[in-house]
């Protein structure tokens, strides 16, 4: 049976146990009596502020992975789960150390093509972006087969199979972005307008790898990508992987993209037009296409071996200690650059010193309160701005058992705009988590929504999916922009006002003047989501039809 908790009731406790340390404006939550409690900025944690500032300030100087802003990081939060009383995750350690590589394609050659009708020549940057995630000095694709493979994707439980009765072992395969269901707008395939993990262009290279492709190349679209030419063109083309023994031979030798117009001159010397070819991939009889050209590159890296650490410790269950309930935060940003002429720190605040302070703020509840039946782990995250590398690693490198972690919640940029109405899920109708998202939302006279651009696939864009592609349910969700007393046009604004002005830039810093209060109607939903599993028989899902359901199944049939 289902077991829910007053939210009224809760806040009344925590207001009692921790006084509040600053004076804020009142928001009204209802419990399930409808009786109303005072929710104020320190109504869940009155330490959580301190944490926040503490972490955004220019003393961690940007907590760039393998520097010295990662030693004061780690060591900070080192500090509290010890303070807090929690336990060390591995092996009396709280640290779990992620081995890392950095390539720099110091190096890339243009991208030429051979045969009767072969095009000229693509200039690096202009036409093309291409890479190489092996960890190799020297990469060379040479006079390899070009095949179009619509849009490079295996999907069984969406009966789709670009590759079906295809061999492209040592091939160049061209693909669109996104998916089918993106393409068509069509809601019965695919997701419709939001993004699947099949439309993500690391999903793509993964496809390709596992197929045997030598060079892996997507056509970008702006919308279909969510992002311009100038993203993928003007971002440092220094690439960070897990370091591992088989130096990603698995991968394909090369992985990159081509600009539309690339794209469109590559199809039309083989007698073909962008949209005929669209329109082939999207007829569910697709077949590949061979282009008739042969395409040839050769990228020179310089390699550098790191390491980060992930942050991990955990409160041990009484009775079922083995099942674990997860909430995440990374806690790496991009450091310094010193060659800005003033402000030189990328403080993360946003992204994502609020996101740990929430996690310290949770885990020291839930460790002043008794242990619950099931375990509950506090996992910060490193290296997340470089490819989500920390959970990859764990999720590779599991310390507690995957087929027995019970669900998670990720805490990724927390709303500093004050009380919402709406809750917003990014991933929205994906797993049963969110049935628990929404009655504790209620209780605060809120609503949930889904992300306003699911197309833009936000949700594969965390540490969350690392979990979630090995079956753990997992929620992303965060206030909103349906203002309490500004509405939802001024909440929009804010949300511009971020990305567009602060979003990964210098910007990102702590202001004082900050509302709180938003953030703590947030970290309790989650807080009452993780305590009412740790504490449960739950083992909540994936709706049916989701592309990691299978995979949790497979879970549950190992759990008997």
């Avoid at 109303?36 to 100087?61: G, H, K, Q, V």
């Avoid at 919640?409 to 988590?433: F, Q, T």
């Avoid at 938003?518 to 599993?533: N, P, R, T, W």
Wanted: hydrophobic letters at 40%; glycine letters at 8%.
């Amino acid at each position: 049976m289902t077991t829910y908790y007053s939210l009224g009731l809760l806040c009344v406790l925590a207001l009692t146990a921790c006084q509040p340390t600053e004076q804020a404006k009142p928001v009204p939550a209802a419990d399930d009596t409808g009786a109303e409690t005072e929710l104020a900025e320190s109504s869940f944690n009155p330490n959580f502020r301190d944490y926040f500032r503490t972490l955004a300030s220019d003393e961690f100087m940007g907590r760039a992975p393998a520097t010295k802003g990662e030693e004061i990081t780690v060591a900070y939060i080192e500090q509290q789960f010890e303070r807090f009383g929690l336990r060390p995750a591995n092996q009396g350690s709280y640290r779990q150390p992620v081995p890392v590589m950095q390539i720099d394609p110091v190096q890339v050659s243009s991208l030429s093509f051979s045969g009767d009708q072969a095009p000229p020549d693509y200039i690096y940057r202009q036409d093309m972006m291409a890479w190489s995630s092996q960890m190799l000095t020297e990469i060379a694709v040479d006079s390899s087969d070009v095949v179009f493979v619509g849009y490079g994707i295996v999907a069984p439980e969406y009966n789709w199979n670009d590759y079906e009765g295809l061999d492209v072992e040592g091939k160049t395969v061209v693909m669109f972005v996104n998916d089918p269901g993106y393409a068509t707008q069509d809601p019965e395939l695919f997701n419709g307008n939001a993004m699947t993990y099949y439309g993500r262009w690391t999903y793509k290279y993964e496809e390709a790898a596992r197929q045997g492709a030598a060079m892996a190349l997507i056509v970008h679209e702006t919308a279909p990508a969510s992002y311009g030419w100038h993203v993928v063109a003007g971002t440092s083309p220094i690439r960070f992987e897990l370091a591992n023994d088989n130096k990603n031979m698995d991968r394909a030798q090369v992985e990159g993209w081509l600009s539309q117009q690339g794209a469109e001159r590559l199809f039309a010397s083989a007698g073909y037009d962008l949209e005929s070819l669209r329109q082939d991939a999207l007829s569910g009889s697709f077949q590949a296409i061979p282009l008739n050209v042969q395409a040839s590159i050769t990228i020179k890296n310089n390699l550098r071996s790191l390491q980060s650490d992930n942050v991990i410790g955990y409160i041990e269950g009484t009775t079922y200690p083995d099942e674990t309930v997860i909430y995440m935060a990374h806690w790496d940003h991009f450091g310094m650059d010193f060659s800005l002429p003033d402000n030189q720190v990328f403080n993360g605040a946003q992204d994502n010193a609020g996101g740990v302070a929430a996690l310290l703020a949770i885990a020291e509840r839930m460790a002043a309160e008794p242990a619950p039946e099931r375990s509950v782990v506090f996992m910060s995250w490193a290296v997340e701005e470089r490819g989500l590398l920390g959970s990859a690693w764990y999720a590779a490198n599991p310390l507690f058992p995957l087929e027995t972690t019970v669900a998670g919640v990720n805490m990724d940029v927390i709303n500093v705009h004050g009380p919402m109405k709406d809750v917003m899920v990014v991933g929205y109708n994906s797993s049963e988590l969110e049935t628990m998202l929404e009655h504790y939302s209620k209780q605060q006279n809120r609503y949930i929504v889904a992300e306003p651009t699911p197309e833009d696939g936000f949700y594969y864009r965390s540490d969350h999916f690392s979990l979630a592609k090995v079956g753990v349910p997992m929620l992303y969700a965060r206030g909103g922009i349906d203002h309490v007393e500004h509405g939802k046009a001024w909440g929009l604004e804010q949300r511009h006002i971020y990305n567009s002005q602060h979003y990964h830039k210098v910007t990102d810093e702590f202001h004082e003047d900050w509302d709180l209060r938003g953030a703590a109607q947030d970290m309790h939903l989650f807080y009452h989501i993780g305590k009412e599993l740790a504490i449960s028989r739950q083992w909540p899902n994936w709706y049916q039809g989701n592309e990691f359901r299978a995979i949790r199944d497979a879970s549950a049939e190992a759990r008997k």
